[in-house]
């Protein structure tokens, strides 16, 4: 797995539409992040109406980009997210 687990603050929070969105974007901008993603991550079960998401600068451009949770990491206790500025995946 290319990503480390690194401690720094949520910059804001999403609903359950836009972190959607917010993945989904990145996926379409980065030539083959979907597939990597899939094959590291667990999909969230259904969010809750209302629900809202963690967001967080990516740490590795600058502070650009934004990481958008995208599933639990498979192999450990984490969520997956990715930066829709570089196209990395981090866990948090
Ligand atoms: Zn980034």
Known sequence: MS????QNYPYSRETEPERAAAVERAYQAFEGLRDRAAGELTPFPPA??????????CPDDGGA???H???YARERRALYTVCDGCG???LR
């Open 3 to 6: 990503s480390n687990i690194a």
């Open 48 to 57: 809750a109406p209302g629900e809202l998401w963690w967001v967080w600068a």
């Open 65 to 67: 980009g934004r990481l």
């Open 69 to 71: 949770a995208a599933g």
């Open 88 to 90: 990395r995946t981090f």
